[in-house]
């Protein structure tokens, strides 16, 4: 279950709790020193008091703040107990029923808590946070049917009720009814307009059909607002990287990566940018960084040599091509660098050469082969290059590009 949601009502059976209090407590003065110190937080203290207060007298308003004391130790078992107890005496207690359903929840007991929550809504539907609280409980289930119905429930009760509206937009989300959730989140705007969490949802609604720059603009603005966590800076660096933005992507990225621990494999793409956007000292700094801490990396050798050829240096470049290759001996990757970074230089020769090794660790591939072919077209080698395309029809018939090639040169073959 959504842990927001069930901290919410965690904290509003404590508050039922206490609202009780003050009429028992001129007859219970047991009572009246537990609820003082449930209310100053000291819930094993206060419990003591309950229970003496329960000897005097059994009452259901005890038994639910006993239950709240409880629940407020985690002790969830105890609390169940305690609410049961409750609802013995009174059985349409709903505050002691809304209790016992969290405590189940929290013990991992969604079937007996959902039950227990449309008991409390066959009393009185109009409890907005109990409806969310059953949303949350399909949409644990995978049921975002049921889901999407409570938390519509939810804010047909309370209009206002900003959990539910979030909920259910991040539902609509879920199901890819972006428009919907749009809708939803305009809504909720008129509630809380400098929420940072719907403009997270916001973006996300926005990512799906293509409509980057205002998708862009709702991250950047959920930042400002606050959100500054690793996945609002993550979601902007990939969004302004589809977009070829690639200074931007990397500055976000590393913010993200700040944020916490992060793996190699986040932090060559963070290099990449670089590479990308011609940053080339920060990533020789991060490069340097990665094969310091695993310098068996074919990846950092690679990377490495993808960022020398970007600079040019084509003998460095394929010496650290041929380092990750000889750490990879199954990976057709360094090959395919290499090879590209001949055929840029108009090195025909050696660019077939190195994608025939790349061929040699990938028979079947497609793409490899019209390297290879284009690279022997480049140098005049027809016949060979005719010989590849027709391999690669083979592989693929739908191949239109080969076919197209394969065309031409079967011409220039005869």
């Known amino acids: 279950m959504n842990h927001h949601i069930l901290r919410y009502l965690a904290i509003s059976i404590i508050i039922a709790s206490a609202a009780l209090a003050s009429a028992l407590a001129q007859e219970n003065k047991n009572f009246e020193k537990g609820y003082v110190l449930l209310k100053e937080g000291k819930y094993s203290e206060s419990i003591e008091y309950f229970k003496k207060a329960l000897k005097e007298r059994e009452d259901p308003a005890v038994y639910l703040n006993l239950g709240s004391a409880y629940y407020a130790l ?3 078992e105890e609390a169940s107990a305690a609410y049961k107890k409750a609802l013995a005496i009174k059985p ?15 013990q991992g007991k969604d079937e007996e808590a959902l039950q227990t929550y449309l008991e409390c809504l066959a009393q009185s539907e109009e409890d907005s946070q109990i409806h969310l609280a059953v949303a949350s409980i399909y949409h644990s289930r995978n049921n975002l049917t049921a889901a999407k119905k409570a938390a ?8 206002k009720n900003l959990q539910a509206q979030i909920f259910l937009a991040s539902l ?7 428009e919907s959730a749009l809708r939803t989140i305009d809504d909720a705007l008129q509630v809380s307009p400098l929420n940072e969490k719907l403009y997270l949802l916001r973006s996300a609604c926005l990512i799906q059909p293509g409509r980057s720059d205002d998708a862009i603009d709702c991250l950047e603005l959920a930042i400002r607002l606050g ?28 913010k993200a990566l700040k944020l916490r621990q992060c793996s190699q494999t986040e ?3 963070l290099a990449n940018y670089y590479i990308q956007a011609g940053e080339w000292t920060d990533a020789l700094t991060v ?22 050829s970007a600079q040019n240096d084509t003998e460095g470049a394929s010496a650290a091509y ?26 025909y020769d050696k660019a077939g050469e190195e994608f025939r090794k790349a061929l040699a660790r990938a028979p079947d591939n497609t793409e490899i082969m019209h390297r290879l072919g284009n690279a022997l077209y480049s140098a005049g080698n027809y016949d060979e290059a005719l010989k590849v395309f027709e391999k690669i029809i083979s592989l693929d018939p739908t191949d239109s590009s080969a076919r197209a090639i394969l065309d031409n040169l079967s011409s220039r073959a005869r």
């Open 92 to 106: 349409d207690y709903k505050k002691a029923q809304v209790g016992l359903a969290t405590s189940l929840l929290a």
């Open 152 to 159: 519509e429930n939810a804010i047909l009760c309370d209009p």
């Open 287 to 308: 490069i340097e960084k990665l094969i310091n801490e695993d310098t068996e990396s074919a990846e950092n050798h690679l990377l490495l040599g993808n960022l020398l």
């Open 322 to 347: 041929e380092k990750a290759s000889d750490l990879n001996t199954s990976s057709p990757d360094a090959h395919i660098a290499a090879g590209n970074l001949h055929l840029a230089h108009k090195s």
């Open 74 to 76: 985690k002790q969830y």
């Open 227 to 254: 959100a500054q966590e690793y996945s609002a800076f993550r979601a902007l660096s990939d969004l302004y990287a589809a977009e070829k933005m690639y200074r931007e992507a990397a500055q976000n990225l590393k």
């Open 172 to 178: 609509l989300i879920e199901s890819r009814e972006y």
């Open 267 to 269: 932090e060559r793409k």
